[in-house]
Structure formats: C-alpha cells, structure tokens
C-alpha cells in the first residue's frame, strides 16, 4: 500500500482526495494546508489527519500530492524529492524556469518518479485517439473561461494555455522554431488573453487562444493533417475525424467530392469516447507507473518542456507591450471587473 500526503486542499486538492480515495494500491496519511477553513472542511467531510508539520507529513509518506498555488509547487517538490518521494505536482510544474530546471535534476539524482497534472491527457475525447495517426500541419486550439480570481496568480499562459502547450508538444514531433505572441492584462496584472503562433521545424504551424475573460467557455483543438481533419473537444468530450479516403475504402460513412483533380472519397467518423474520469485516470498512471517502475506518462521533462515554451510566449508578449500602448481605454469601458459576470469555476 502507497501512503499518500496531499499539499493543499483548496478546489482541486479536494478533487484529488476524492480520487485517491478510490486507487486501492493508495492510503491517504494526512495533508498540510494552513488555511484553517480548508482544513476543517476535510477533516469533517474525510476524517482525514492535518499536519501542522510539513516534514513530518513528507517522511510519512511514499507519495506527495502537491495542489498548492504555482509558486508554491517547487519548495514542496524539494522537500520531498530530496527526501526521496515520489511526486505528482500539479500543472504548472513550477513557476520559474530555473525551479523546472531544478526539478527535473533533483528527480534523476534521487531516482523518483515524477508526474505533473497535465489531466487533459486523460481527457476520453484525446484518449480516443489513440490509434489514429497524429501528424499535423497545422493546429487551431481555443480554450476560453470565464473568469475566476481562482489561479490569476498567473497568466492566462502559465493557468490555461499550458494544457494545450502540453497536448501540442506530445503530438508535434518536431523541435519550436519560432513563436510569436501577443497578450493583454485585462482584470489582472498579468496577461487574461493570448493568441500565439508556434511554428516547428517540422512545417507545422500551430495557433493558440487562450483567454480567461471570456463569457463562455470552450476547449477545442483542430488538427489539420494531409489526409485527414480530426477535431476534439475537451469539454463536451466529443472526437471527430475527417479522413481523405481511396475510393476502393469507402464504407456506409463515405462521400464522394468532385475536384479538377479528380473524385476524392471523404470518410467521417466519431471515434467512440469511453467516458472516464481524467483525474481519476492520471493519479491511477502515477500509481502504476511506481509499482510497474515505468515512466510517468507526464514526466518532469515533459513538464519543463511545456513550461519552457509558455515562459517564451510570456517573454514575447511582453517584449511586444513594451512597444505597444497600454489598453486603457479598452480597460475603463468594455470589460470591467465586473461584479455581474457571472463567475463559474473552471471543469477540471
Ligand atoms: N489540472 C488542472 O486542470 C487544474 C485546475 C485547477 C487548478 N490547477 C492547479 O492546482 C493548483 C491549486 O489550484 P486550486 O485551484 O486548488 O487553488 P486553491 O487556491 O483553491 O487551493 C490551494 C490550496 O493550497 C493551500 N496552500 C497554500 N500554501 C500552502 C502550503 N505552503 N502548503 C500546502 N498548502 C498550501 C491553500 O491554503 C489552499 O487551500 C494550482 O497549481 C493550479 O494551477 C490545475
């Protein structure tokens, strides 16, 4: 049996207690949070024992759990890496590039198995893809939210763009060639919407937008290949592909398209989406991934990897508004930090 140590149970530690609790290789031994309204709300509803020392908790245990805010992510990693436990941090791995650095050389020195809440992994509808061959040239991703003071310690980039940046990277094959980005602070400090440009050595172009000021919310990526279209939806779970067909491979879902070039046969299809529970899924991986001793499905370095890419669109971004006027005007008269905006708290 695993003991586990769960960091913060704020919205998504709550989450993830509820799922470790249902992993029968995993015992929950305690959690460390020193919000005291937290703590009682999971000692009444868990029974769960709170520490008030985070070593103890740490030396306690073989796994830690971190779902504390981002710049808190490294301190707690440390302590237990160097303790020799293994972690599941969540997304972000780490607010600085230096801490991912760090991260990822403290994992390989103590030999721990690390994996980073990358849950759109897990998602059924990317998940359905399994066996269709990914090779595109250009992707379009929109991911909108309403806005939630919830996680606007950092930008949009680091919050919500970050889980496409890791789904781009697992499916892109290919080193980033170049990035362009522009982004505005809109309710925060930091940048609440982005569009970026990443173009890989491989020819493919992706576009991103992200924002968190958005009235409704969406999480869609379209994939472009040679041969095929293929469309997923991470919110309503949904899956599509679109397939360039020979004739000779027409079926019941065929169409035949005249072109100057000749009849072409188009074949859509509807992967079937086994619906599952994504966190459940990627904290059950970790598990596996300890007790089979194999790697983690979102390694340190896939973490670092994505958050390398999102810090170079917050460096382009921020280069840009250096020359750029500040929006304010835009900021006074459209959007305000309006207290009518009805706030709905991001799905996980
Ligand atoms: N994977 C996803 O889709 C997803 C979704 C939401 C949040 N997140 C990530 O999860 C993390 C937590 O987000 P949240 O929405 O639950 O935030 P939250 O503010 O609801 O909860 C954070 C909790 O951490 C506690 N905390 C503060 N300092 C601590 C410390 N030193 N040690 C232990 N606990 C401490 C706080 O008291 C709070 O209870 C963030 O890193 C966020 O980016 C990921």
């Given at each position: 049996?695993?003991?586990?140590?769960?960091?913060?149970?704020?919205?998504?530690?709550?989450?993830h207690i509820n799922?470790?609790?249902?992993?029968?290789?995993?015992?929950?031994i305690g959690f460390?949070?020193?919000?005291?309204?937290?703590?009682?709300?999971?000692?009444?509803?868990?029974?769960?024992?709170?520490?008030?020392?985070?070593?103890?908790?740490?030396?306690?245990?073989?796994?830690?759990?971190?779902?504390?805010?981002?710049?808190?992510?490294?301190?707690?990693?440390?302590?237990?890496?160097?303790?020799?436990?293994?972690?599941?941090?969540?997304?972000?791995?780490?607010?600085?590039?230096?801490?991912?650095?760090?991260?990822?050389?403290?994992?390989?020195?103590?030999?721990?198995?690390?994996?980073?809440?990358?849950?759109?992994?897990?998602?059924?509808?990317?998940?359905?893809?399994?066996?269709?061959?990914?090779?595109?040239?250009?992707?379009?991703?929109?991911?909108?939210?309403?806005?939630?003071?919830?996680?606007?310690?950092?930008?949009?980039?680091?919050?919500?763009?970050?889980?496409?940046?890791?789904?781009?990277?697992?499916?892109?094959?290919?080193?980033?060639?170049?990035?362009?980005?522009?982004?505005?602070?809109?309710?925060?400090?930091?940048?609440?919407?982005?569009?970026?440009?990443?173009?890989?050595?491989?020819?493919?172009?992706?576009?991103?937008?992200?924002?968190?000021?958005?009235?409704?919310?969406?999480?869609?990526?379209?994939?472009?290949?040679?041969?095929?279209?293929?469309?997923?939806?991470?919110?309503?779970?949904?899956?599509?592909?679109?397939?360039?067909?020979?004739?000779?491979?027409?079926?019941?879902?065929?169409?035949?398209?005249?072109?100057?070039?000749?009849?072409?046969?188009?074949?859509?299809?509807?992967?079937?989406?086994?619906?599952?529970?994504?966190?459940?899924?990627?904290?059950?991986?970790?598990v596996d991934a300890?007790?089979?001793?194999?790697?983690?499905?979102?390694?340190?370095?896939?973490?670092?990897?994505?958050?390398?890419?999102?810090?170079?669109?917050?460096?382009?971004?921020?280069?840009?508004?250096?020359?750029?006027?500040?929006?304010?005007?835009?900021?006074?008269?459209?959007?305000?930090?309006?207290?009518?905006?009805?706030?709905?708290?991001?799905?996980?």
């Amino acid at each position: 049996m695993l003991k586990v140590g769960v960091f913060g149970v704020g919205h998504l530690g709550k989450y993830h207690i509820n799922n470790w609790l249902l992993i029968p290789e995993v015992k929950i031994i305690g959690f460390f949070d020193p919000s005291n309204d937290n703590a009682k709300e999971v000692e009444a509803k868990y029974g769960l024992t709170r520490y008030m020392d985070e070593e103890a908790l740490i030396a306690a245990c073989d796994i830690i759990d971190v779902v504390t805010p981002t710049h808190l992510h490294f301190p707690v990693c440390e302590m237990a890496i160097k303790t020799g436990k293994h972690v599941f941090v969540e997304k972000p791995m780490a607010n600085t590039i230096e801490e991912g650095k760090a991260i990822m050389n403290m994992v390989k020195e103590a030999n721990v198995k690390l994996q980073v809440g990358h849950v759109e992994r897990f998602n059924p509808a990317f998940l359905a893809l399994k066996d269709v061959s990914l090779n595109p040239l250009f992707i379009e991703v929109h991911r909108l939210a309403q806005f939630n003071p919830r996680g606007t310690e950092v930008s949009v980039i680091l919050d919500l763009m970050i889980h496409d940046i890791d789904i781009i990277l697992s499916i892109v094959k290919s080193d980033v060639k170049n990035i362009y980005a522009s982004g505005v602070a809109v309710l925060t400090d930091t940048p609440d919407i982005a569009n970026v440009r990443i173009e890989f050595n491989n020819g493919c172009v992706a576009n991103l937008t992200s924002s968190r000021i958005s009235m409704k919310k969406m999480r869609k990526i379209r994939l472009f290949q040679k041969d095929a279209y293929i469309g997923i939806d991470f919110l309503e779970k949904t899956t599509e592909v679109i397939k360039l067909k020979q004739p000779e491979e027409a079926d019941a879902f065929s169409f035949e398209i005249e072109t100057h070039q000749g009849t072409k046969t188009i074949s859509i299809s509807t992967p079937v989406i086994e619906d599952s529970n994504a966190i459940l899924a990627e904290l059950k991986s970790f598990v596996d991934a300890i007790i089979n001793d194999q790697p983690t499905v979102v390694s340190e370095i896939d973490g670092y990897l994505a958050m390398e890419v999102a810090h170079q669109i917050l460096e382009k971004i921020s280069k840009s508004n250096a020359v750029l006027p500040q929006p304010a005007e835009f900021k006074d008269t459209s959007i305000k930090k309006n207290e009518d905006v009805e706030l709905d708290h991001l799905e996980n």
